[in-house]
């Protein structure tokens, strides 16, 4: 709970020297302001996804799957207690994040809209969440988890906005993070402290609503094949 905090304030410390120093107000705050809630929910979303994705991957290296599968629970259950599981873990986080921040000089995160800190909060984490059971279930080693880590979540959590705004930058980059779904969950999280958004709230609501529906249709699907879970 407490090792993102640390890794969190390092990002904020880091690129808050380095870009903050000319006191640039971004969206109305200064910028340390404008990192803090985009790396709170960054944090939460990246432990959202590895709790769900290492719980069934752990399991079915062990062999333990077993002990899981054979309960008489329903897929429906099975996904119920995994995505619970990766949202207390993310919250805690986010917790522990915020309230680290809170006590750091030099960045101020007021909650200005509870709403919408915990709808794009909990939307964006389940996505991860469900994102984490797919690589769980696909996983046959750790080398598999890790390359989606790598290659899917990072790239897709560092270009979503969480460090700059999109009006800053080209075209094709601005094109590229509204198709990024983690640019709704950062940008509508961020707006519930600083009480400004970088893009169309209502749209990122609908946005992460369909994409989440379409993910637990897949994976409860998958679950219930028992593809890749049962031998």
């Known amino acids: ?49 590895a709790n769900t994705s290492s719980s069934i991957l752990v399991a079915k290296v062990q062999g333990s ?13 099975l996904m119920l207690a995994w995505v619970g599981g990766a949202l207390t873990r993310a919250w805690l986080v986010g917790f522990a994040v915020w309230t680290a921040m809170a006590l750091a000089p030099g960045v101020d995160v007021p909650i200005r809209d509870p709403l919408l800190v915990v709808y794009f909060g909990t939307m964006g984490s389940l996505l991860l969440a469900l994102l984490g059971i797919l690589t769980g279930i696909w996983s046959d080693k750790f080398d598999h988890a890790a390359a989606v880590t790598n290659f899917v979540i990072q790239p897709l959590t560092l270009l979503s906005g969480t460090f700059y705004v999109i009006d800053r930058v080209s075209p094709l980059m ?35 609503a369909l994409v989440n529906a ?18």
């Not at 904020?12 to 120093?21: C, Q, Y």
């Not at 970088?198 to 609501?205: C, E, N, Y």
């Not at 994976?219 to 593809?227: I, L, P």
Request: aromatic share 12%.
């Open 1 to 49: 709970i407490w090792a993102p905090a640390m890794t969190t304030l390092l990002f904020l410390v880091i690129f808050a020297v380095a870009l903050g120093r000319n006191n640039t107000l971004i969206l109305g705050v200064p910028y340390a302001d404008f990192l803090g809630p985009g790396l709170i929910v960054m944090g939460m979303i990246q432990n959202s996804f």
């Open 65 to 77: 799957i077993i002990d899981v599968m054979m309960p008489p629970l329903s897929a429906g259950e």
């Open 174 to 208: 601005a094109t590229l993070s509204h198709a990024n779904p983690f640019f709704y969950v950062i940008d509508g999280f961020r707006s519930g402290f600083i009480g400004n958004s970088d893009g169309l709230l209502l749209q990122g609501a609908l946005v992460l």
């Open 214 to 231: 379409a993910l637990w249709v897949v994976c409860y699907k998958v679950v219930k094949s028992g593809w890749k879970l049962r031998a």
